[in-house]
């Protein structure tokens, strides 16, 4: 149908109209019925279209917002940017969809009935080849509860806002309707936006102001339910998240990520965090989490400027990771049981003095740190891994000889070059159980241990298990090694230079060799006995 400009609807359950380039206005033979009886409306692509009576354009008859379309279940209006439509959906769990792009006055809009709400390009279903700002929703400065209004704000759980780049306000009364909200998601909204907050922010205000007479939004906890709140890519600064945060007593779930404009961040009233994750904050410069009883998972990620992490009275987390951020002072970490900093270039020191319960500590790909500061305090520390940390190597060296065990509940430690086992810090490892040398990369060209590495190595007389892994260059065992009187596994791992084997200890029960030359395999078989397993590429021969 073309060329129609005008049609008259009657009574229906169903309308679609669809490809209508001409058509113009839609009147109805009985406006109240067709109100009282439509169930599903669909209009796509009728660019000339103005006057739909339905919607009361230019009709005297007026329809209570309680009384509009009471039956609808299923809106959906694409590319008709000359109809106006001029209110909001009432307030109804019959609907199950909701679809509006390009329409005058309103960005893309996607509500499905699983009670999610999408404002704007979904990022999840938008083509990564094509640009993801609709115009549409370019138009969209200001998010009011008309737009919000669109699904019944009491049924509500997730809301995503998404690709509105020219978005300066949100209106926090419209926000405070979603009583419901479990998951707000706020993405690729890049210029500075702010919460639009009336001035007296009373029960009453709240309560009078709502067109929803029955709504129960109206406490000063204006989002009630809402458990998780995730902000991508977006221009927001510490005083519109800190208004979010403060009104939100039920969350759990914190994610942050590209957030140019965050220099800083407290959520001391977040006493119900469980998860925190921040990511490229690139001025991000200081962190103060108190008081989070429940927060037990937290992941830094490049956020280079960020220098102190302030953890008071977090006895819940016992796990923190840190990767790519510069984080050298941590305050009231007493909980923590593991810790990763995974690269860092920025790290220049680490304090660990508040660290007394750490059981784990990870240190990955940080070649600048020069110190370490607070050894004494890991007591409790079962498990090191330095890998990649040449800059280390002068601090663990620099380490005083105490007249106590340093880390006495070490035991494991993993590194990466020979030069550790000659440092201050090894030599009082007196009850290490596993020791694990990994090169990576290309790593040291050495053919043997030096004299001043292999007496450190064999000061570790307390070894039950001992790895030498990825040394292509490595051709000598320590030759002293029969002198381990502990040691009971011994795991030789893609070291093809490697052709002989030194005398072994008494006490070893394992030999593990694994992607090794064939020399070195046929000695292995030899050593094989009753008292010592030979596995060799994961087969044992005896």
């Known amino acids: 149908?073309?060329?129609?400009?005008?049609?008259?609807?009657?009574?229906?359950?169903?309308?679609?109209?669809?490809?209508?380039?001409?058509l113009k206005r839609c009147s109805c033979i009985s406006l109240r019925d067709l109100n009282s009886c439509l169930r599903v409306l669909t209009i796509e692509k009728c660019p000339a279209l103005k006057v739909f009576d339905l919607f009361g354009n230019r009709h005297k008859f007026?329809?209570?917002?309680?009384?509009?379309?009471?039956?609808?279940?299923?809106?959906?209006?694409h590319h008709c940017p000359l109809l106006v439509v001029p209110r909001p959906l009432p307030s109804s769990s019959t609907v199950s969809r909701?679809?509006?792009?390009?329409?005058?006055?309103?960005?893309?809009?996607?509500?499905?009935?699983?009670?999610?709400?999408?404002?704007?390009?979904?990022?999840?279903?938008?083509?990564?080849?094509?640009?993801?700002?609709?115009?549409?929703a370019d138009n969209l400065s200001v998010l009011d509860g008309n737009i919000l209004a669109f699904h019944n704000p009491r049924f509500l759980t997730e809301l995503i806002i998404s690709c509105c780049q020219n978005l300066t306000s949100i209106s926090f009364k419209g926000l405070s309707q979603l009583v419901s909200l479990k998951k707000l998601r706020i993405l690729h909204c890049p210029g500075p936006f702010s919460f639009d907050v009336p001035p007296d922010h009373t029960h009453e205000d709240f309560s009078k102001a709502d067109t929803h007479e029955d709504l129960t939004a109206a406490n000063w906890n204006a989002l009630p339910s809402l458990e998780h709140l995730g902000i991508f890519s977006c221009g927001i600064a510490w005083e519109c998240l800190s208004?979010?945060?403060?009104?939100?007593?039920?969350?759990?779930?914190?994610?942050?990520?590209?957030?140019?404009?965050?220099?800083?961040?407290?959520?001391?009233?977040c006493t119900t965090l469980q998860k925190l994750s921040i990511q490229n904050c690139e001025s991000l410069g200081t962190l103060e989490v108190l008081q989070s009883n429940s927060l037990r998972d937290m992941e830094l990620s490049e956020v280079p400027n960020?220098?102190?992490?302030?953890?008071?009275?977090?006895?819940?987390?016992?796990?923190?990771v840190i990767f790519g951020s510069a984080v050298c002072v941590l305050e009231g970490s007493e909980s923590l049981r593991k810790l990763h900093v995974y690269d860092n270039p920025y790290l220049k020191s680490l304090h660990l003095y508040s660290c007394t319960e750490l059981k784990e500590l990870d240190i990955f790909c940080c070649t600048?740190?020069?110190?370490?500061?607070g050894f004494q305090s890991l007591g409790s520390l079962r498990s090191l891994r330095l890998r990649n940390c040449c800059g280390l190597h002068s601090c663990l060296e620099s380490l005083p000889v105490q007249d106590?065990?340093?880390?006495?509940?070490?035991?494991?430690?993993?590194?990466?070059?020979?030069?550790?086992?000659?440092?201050?810090?090894?030599?009082q490892l007196t009850s290490l159980q596993s020791l694990v040398i990994h090169c990576r990369g290309e790593g040291t060209k050495a053919a043997r241990l030096t004299d001043d590495q292999e007496r450190g190595l064999l000061l570790l007389d307390s070894l039950a298990q001992l790895q030498f892994e990825n040394y292509k260059h490595l051709k000598y065992l320590p030759a002293g090694l029969h002198r381990l009187r502990s040691l009971q596994v011994l795991l030789i791992s893609n070291c093809p230079s490697i052709?002989?084997?030194?005398?072994?200890?008494?006490?070893?029960?394992?030999l593990r060799i694994i992607y090794v030359c064939e020399e070195l395999k046929q000695q292995s078989k030899l050593r094989a006995s009753s008292k010592l397993k030979v596995r060799i590429d994961y087969e044992y021969v005896n």
């Open 1 to 22: 149908m073309p060329k129609v400009k005008e049609v008259s609807i009657p009574s229906l359950e169903e309308l679609v109209l669809i490809k209508m380039p001409k």
């Open 62 to 77: 007026k329809i209570e917002q309680k009384f509009w379309l009471p039956r609808l279940c299923e809106l959906i209006i």
């Open 98 to 136: 909701i679809s509006m792009r390009g329409v005058s006055k309103f960005p893309r809009i996607d509500s499905q009935s699983c009670g999610s709400l999408t404002i704007g390009e979904n990022p999840e279903v938008y083509d990564s080849d094509e640009d993801p700002f609709d115009k549409s």
């Open 243 to 269: 208004l979010i945060l403060q009104h939100a007593p039920a969350l759990m779930e914190l994610d942050l990520c590209r957030c140019p404009k965050l220099e800083s961040l407290q959520l001391n009233s």
């Open 306 to 320: 960020l220098k102190s992490l302030q953890l008071h009275s977090c006895t819940a987390l016992e796990e923190l």
């Open 368 to 373: 600048s740190p020069s110190t370490i500061e």
């Open 404 to 427: 106590y065990e340093l880390c006495p509940q070490l035991g494991v430690l993993e590194i990466d070059e020979f030069s550790f086992l000659a440092t201050s810090f090894c030599r």
């Open 499 to 510: 052709s002989e084997l030194p005398d072994l200890p008494p006490s070893l029960q394992e």
